[in-house]
């Protein structure tokens, strides 16, 4: 079984930053070949894609909200994933996710069967 831990949301003014992590662990299980996709859900809203890297962090695909903003980036030697957030936004507010599979990233939730339980971004002034 494998378990998702996101960390470093908070509370942030717009055009601020924060840096999301996701440490991955799990009995047999080999982070390095698995691909990363960060999710988000805001309140009354269905959850959305944000951003996936692959296995050796050399590809990487974003949400055209995202794009240019955030960034994705992972190591392999500590297991962990993040989600560099900058320039935010009010809009930006939810629940963030990250999710892993073994084989290629895509952008479809429902692709991914491992899910951390989130951590909280709330960007207001």
């Known amino acids: 079984q494998v378990q998702l831990v996101e960390s470093g949301g908070g509370t942030v003014q717009p055009g601020g930053s924060l840096r999301l992590s996701c440490v991955v662990s799990g009995r047999g299980r080999t982070f390095s070949n698995d691909a990363v996709a960060w999710f988000r859900q805001a309140p009354g809203r269905e959850r959305e894609f944000v951003a996936a890297?692959?296995?050796?962090?050399?590809?990487?695909i974003y949400a055209d909200s995202v794009k240019g903003r955030f960034t994705i980036s992972r190591n392999n030697n500590a297991n962990t994933a993040y989600l560099q957030m900058s320039s935010l936004k009010i809009e930006d507010t939810a629940t963030y996710f990250c999710?892993?599979?073994?084989?290629?990233?895509?952008?479809?939730?429902?692709?991914?069967?491992?899910w951390g339980q989130g951590t909280q971004v709330t960007v207001s002034s």
């Open positions: 890297i692959g296995t050796i962090g050399n590809r990487a």
């Open positions: 999710a892993v599979r073994d084989t290629w990233f895509t952008p479809d939730s429902n692709d991914y069967k491992d």
